[in-house]
């Protein structure tokens, strides 16, 4: 027992420290995308992440067998299209308000895991949906009730991280977490090359910028490979819901570093959003211990 509790400290603190490197990358990513494309962005993040860990675990590599390959290869498409939604919205909006909406997942996730898998959300989920709901109408919509086009890419991409928290939890009970991660930033890398010729055009002449290489070092080696392993090793520890409310904490993360870094500010109504926000995912996931 005793164990089993320091296990799941120790794989809260690696949630933490998980949130406040996602937090700093959003500030990464803004600044970058001046130099180079999204998706060309996505590709070399999640090559190196990929390249790097499975060096770290070569020795562990003669076990993949083909469940492994089809479970990594459902996560790397939640990856990246997550990350896509989430980059390409960045161009859009703030780095500050990309990291709020962001968090919306943790509020998606129960609802998914009962549409999928036929798991029961708990009761406070649709209230905390509603507050959620609530928060994202005044982070997001403008004085004539529209919506700014990467502010509604970040809400897809919050859909799409609750989709790969979902099935991390499915998929993590009995594989192992370490060659999952691996494989799903293999596939993520996989899609991002394949796509990132259509969709972004050719090679970025500015790939090999000496601030572009330390900025897609720091998103591959620490947001990513780092940050992925974290989770998927913490999430066979450490219950669903605690586990997306450490994660979460990112959006406030994401902010300060914002505010600090970038200069970013924000309205009244803009901050009363992020509370709603963050005090529906604290509604949603606090008391709550369930497993998916």
């Known amino acids: 027992m005793q164990e089993r509790k320091r296990a799941q400290y120790l794989a809260g603190a690696g949630m933490l420290l998980t949130a406040v490197i996602w937090g700093f990358a959003f500030v990464v990513v803004k600044n970058s995308l001046d130099r180079i494309p999204p998706i060309y962005m996505l590709a070399f993040r999640f090559t190196i992440a990929s390249l790097a860990l499975a060096l770290l675990y070569v020795k562990r590599l003669k076990n ?6 089809k479970e990594g290869a459902v996560l790397g498409f939640f990856l990246f299209l997550s ?6 919205g ?8 990309n990291a709020f909406l962001t968090a ?14 036929h798991k029961k959300p708990g ?14 109408g005044l982070l997001s919509l403008k004085g004539d009730l529209t ?12 859909a799409g991280f609750a989709l790969h928290i979902v099935f991390i939890d499915r998929y993590t009970a009995g594989s192992d977490p370490v060659l999952l991660t691996v494989l799903q930033l293999l596939f993520a890398a996989l899609f991002s090359w394949l796509l990132a010729p259509l969709m972004d055009g050719g090679f970025p002449a500015q790939a090999f910028h000496p601030s572009i290489v330390g900025g897609m070092l720091y998103l591959g ?11 998927n090793v913490g999430q066979k520890y450490l219950p669903s819901a605690p586990a997306a409310l450490l994660l979460s904490t990112e959006s406030l993360f994401g902010v300060l570093f914002s505010a600090l870094l970038l200069h970013e500010s924000m309205t009244g109504r803009m901050y009363l959003g ?16 369930r497993d998916f």
Request: proline share 2%; charged share 10%.
């Open 123 to 136: 009761r406070r989920s649709l209230p905390a949906a509603l507050l959620a709901l609530l928060g994202i």
């Open 90 to 97: 960045c161009r859009y909006t703030t780095a500050g308000k």
């Open 221 to 231: 080696l620490f947001s990513t490979m780092l940050g992925f392993l974290l989770q």
């Open 83 to 88: 990350y896509a939604l989430q980059t390409i």
């Open 274 to 289: 992020c509370a709603l926000i963050f005090s529906a995912v604290l509604l949603s996931q606090l008391g709550e211990e």
């Open 64 to 69: 993949i067998d083909r469940t492994l390959l």
């Open 104 to 117: 919306v997942y943790v509020v998606l996730v129960p609802f998914f895991a009962w549409m999928l898998f």
């Open 147 to 158: 919506v700014n086009v990467g502010d509604l890419l970040t809400l897809l991409c919050g």
